[in-house]
């Protein structure tokens, strides 16, 4: 079970056909590998694209291959991005869904927004040789303003629902990441802890990882019926918790996640904080009310050991055509 807020952050993608068959895409951002200028031949069956250098048009080109609604045209664009690369914070996805997004105005598909974000991943998995989960692209897909998405991936990947988000800001502060874990139910008893029989033959490493795994599930559970009930304190409650399953039992965190989400912690008004993303750097993501941020952003600044940067965000929509 997954509760992702898409933020008020994105990627943008202009651009118009060209009749030459040519595609060619210039990306903004200082931090994408160099050259920051690509140029490939649309593709064809008998023309494949692969992956290749600069890394970051990998995820461009993988989409554009995958894409079920061509033939594709040439076409030139630009790309431009406010999302902290390498930060946790879904870059990598949020430029395959404003990819797709673009080309279903070249040439339409059926619309299916489930299909549409497995593309996205599957242009993940194959070009980028990134073995992501389907959260990232579901909520940069599915997003509603002031809510947020409950998925459940314990089967198929499917939305079950949308809750309430609050009218509170989230502050996230940065630095690097990104990782899986599978679910483990059947080592479960039914009141959702691992059997004595199980933990017996996991060992404790392993033990701790699956822990933390189902643990998750039942937080995320009590997550979303918070947010349906708009008790945002039981929600950061299980904020914190699920950061310090991360920290102990996964094992995914580092010094600087657990220094900010301490020193946010510590500040009236903020009702929870954790590290997101992969983990090993990147973002911590906090809940707080909207007067708390001005003094959390100082608070956490002063406690920190290195500089943080901050982004002030409430529930966003998710991808969307804006007319030029």
């Known amino acids: 079970l997954l509760t992702p807020q898409a933020l008020q952050l994105g990627t943008v993608l202009v ?11 210039i990306t903004t951002s200082a931090d994408a590998d160099e050259p920051r200028r690509v140029q490939f031949p649309a593709p064809s069956q008998s023309s494949p694209l692969s992956p290749g250098q600069p890394r970051w048009a990998n995820y ?5 291959q995958h894409y079920k609604g061509g033939p594709i045209p040439g076409f030139s664009a630009v790309i431009a991005s406010d999302i902290p690369l390498g930060g946790g914070l879904s870059s990598s996805a949020s430029l395959e869904v404003a990819t797709y997004t ?3 105005q070249l040439c339409p598909d059926d619309g299916d927004l489930v299909a549409k974000a ?3 991943q599957k242009a993940e998995h194959t070009f980028a040789n990134m073995p992501c989960g389907i959260m990232d692209q579901f909520i940069s897909v599915m997003g509603k303003e002031g809510h947020a998405l ?8 499917g939305v079950d629902g949308w809750m309430h988000a609050p009218g509170q ?7 690097t ?3 899986d874990a599978a679910t483990l139910e059947q080592l479960c008893c039914n009141d959702g802890c691992i059997s004595a029989a199980a ?5 404790e490493e392993v033990y701790r990882r699956a822990r933390h795994v189902i643990g998750e599930i039942a937080r995320t559970d009590q997550a979303a019926q918070a947010l349906k009930n708009r008790d945002y304190k039981t929600f950061g409650k299980l904020m914190v918790e699920s950061h310090n399953s991360l920290r102990d039992d996964y094992e995914v965190s580092c010094p600087e996640l657990d220094e900010l989400v301490a020193a946010a912690l510590e500040v009236k008004g903020v009702y929870g904080s954790r590290m997101t993303g992969g983990g090993f750097g990147g973002c911590t993501v906090t809940l707080l009310e909207a007067a708390a941020a001005e003094e959390a952003q100082h608070h956490i600044q002063e406690k920190y050991s290195r500089t943080a940067t901050f982004y002030l965000t409430k529930p966003s929509e998710g991808a969307k055509v804006l007319p030029l």
Do not use: M, W, Y
């Open 199 to 203: 933990k017996s033959r996991l060992g």
């Open 60 to 64: 461009v080109k993988g989409v554009i």
């Open 169 to 175: 800001e989230n502050t996230t502060s940065g630095d």
């Open 102 to 104: 673009f080309l279903q």
């Open 118 to 120: 497995l593309l996205c």
């Open 15 to 25: 651009g118009s056909p060209t009749k030459d068959g040519t595609i060619s895409i």
């Open 177 to 179: 990441g990104l990782q």
């Open 150 to 157: 409950l998925i459940d991936c314990r089967a198929a990947p």
